[in-house]
């Protein structure tokens, strides 16, 4: 857990770019930090590995004041991504990769045999790793700061705007990524972005920051597009919040009817069109056990007769979701919404979470091993735990 107590920061000029900011940070959890430009999301980011000091207040890491522990040994726990990854260009993608295992003095063989398992788990293939970063696409550099980030596995990663520089296909891919490795590792992340749908998209918690460093609204994003706390929120979330709120109820609730005739398949199952005396006419699918309410709607809206093709993983049709049923959810849906027991927490929004590894026992890591664009080398340390929320995007 990273709690930030009344944390401000006054620059030397006067500038007050983080004021009073108090909230926590859940261990397993992302926490998304979104907000306009200046509104001082790097900031606050950097000084939880104390790239940057407070001028007041404290920042904990699980219950430790950071400004207790000195920046080498906080920053073994703490990876740290950046946008455009900040590799060093001199350097193979393997041993980018192992950077913070050499400094930790691991010997080469073990370093980069992590490195290579990272390679693989962040979906990049193992040919890549003797090339060097301008070898690489920059979605490719991207996924190597992630690896490399997570090189010593560290409990906590700071992410700044990491897949700010490349263009929609690679992003959401990268994001999809970044989701499915959480699955799996559960790491305590701060991850900032200015882009609403990101935080949306991969925050368990989102923290709107205004301009002047202050905390606009923190909840998670399913309350965020339900009820916005102001217009300052509200316009930052932009239009369709009705409908991108349906992403987070998940489509299993949704009562499934029997195939109907007019419901053509192929032999094993797959759907074809919904027949008529003109043929085949398109459908759309979705995955129950996977997709949100939302693709559901998709789904129904892209056949003439409004009626959602409901498939297993393997495309295989179980079922179909007519506009009846889908009422019924939407209907429920509803009700909920209407209606809230003040300071309840939505059940889709129930955040569980649990400790944090203790610190690892590596040797320092110094504050010189910066990367090329001058910002803090990735860290590592220990492991921990997790949460989330229903289906997401
Ligand atoms: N070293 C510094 N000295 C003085 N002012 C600074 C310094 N660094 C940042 N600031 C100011 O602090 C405020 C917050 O900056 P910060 O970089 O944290 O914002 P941000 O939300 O991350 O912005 P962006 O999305 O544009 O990166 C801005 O007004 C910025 O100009």
């Not at 522990?69 to 740290?80: E, F």
């Not at 909840?219 to 930052?236: H, I, M, Q, S, Y």
């Not at 944090?356 to 990367?371: D, H, M, N, T, W």
């Amino acid at each position: 857990m990273i709690t930030f107590e009344g944390v401000t920061k006054r620059y030397d000029d006067g500038t007050v770019a983080v004021d009073d900011l108090s909230l926590e940070a859940p261990t397993g959890a992302i926490t998304v930090f979104v907000g306009p430009s200046g509104c001082g999301k790097t900031t606050s980011l950097r000084m939880i590995n104390r790239m940057i000091d407070a001028t007041g207040g404290r920042i904990l890491l699980d219950g430790q004041d950071v400004r207790q522990i000195d920046p080498p040994t906080l920053r073994r726990g703490i990876g740290y991504v950046i946008q455009q990854a900040g590799l060093f260009p001199h350097r193979k993608i393997v041993d980018n990769v192992a950077t913070v295992p050499y400094l930790l003095g691991w010997d080469k063989k073990r370093a980069r045999a992590r490195a290579m398992e990272l390679l693989e788990r962040v979906g990049l293939d193992a040919a890549l790793a003797r090339r060097y970063p301008f070898q690489l696409s920059g979605g490719q550099q991207q996924r190597v700061g992630v690896a490399r980030a997570l090189a010593a596995d560290p409990p906590v990663l700071l992410m700044d705007e990491p897949f700010s520089a490349v263009d929609p296909v690679v992003r959401t891919s990268l994001q999809d990524e970044l989701l499915r490795l959480q699955s799996d590792l559960q790491k305590t992340i701060v991850f900032v972005t200015h882009d609403i749908d990101e935080a949306i998209k991969l925050g368990d918690t989102v923290a709107v920051m205004r301009v002047g460093g202050r905390l606009a609204q923190m909840a998670g994003p399913a309350t965020l597009l339900t009820e916005p706390a102001d217009d300052f929120v509200r316009e930052f979330l932009g239009r369709d919040r009705g409908i991108r709120r349906l992403s987070f109820i998940p489509a299993k609730d949704i009562r499934l009817a029997a195939v109907p005739a007019d419901l053509a398949l192929d032999a094993s199952g797959r759907p074809l069109g919904w027949r008529t005396t003109g043929g085949l006419l398109p459908y759309g699918t979705f995955n129950p056990e996977r997709d949100s309410l939302r693709a559901a709607l998709d789904a129904a809206l892209l056949a003439v007769n409004g009626t959602a093709v409901a498939v297993d993983e393997d495309g295989r049709v179980i079922g179909v979701a007519t506009r009846e049923a889908l009422d019924e959810v939407l209907g429920q849906y509803a009700a909920r919404h209407t209606t809230p027991a003040p300071g309840s927490p939505r059940p889709e929004e129930a955040h569980g979470t649990s400790a944090a590894a203790a610190p690892g026992s590596a040797p320092e890591v110094p504050a010189e091993a910066s990367g090329p664009d001058g910002h803090a080398p990735p860290d590592p340390g220990p492991g921990d735990h997790t949460d989330g929320e229903g289906p997401r995007g």
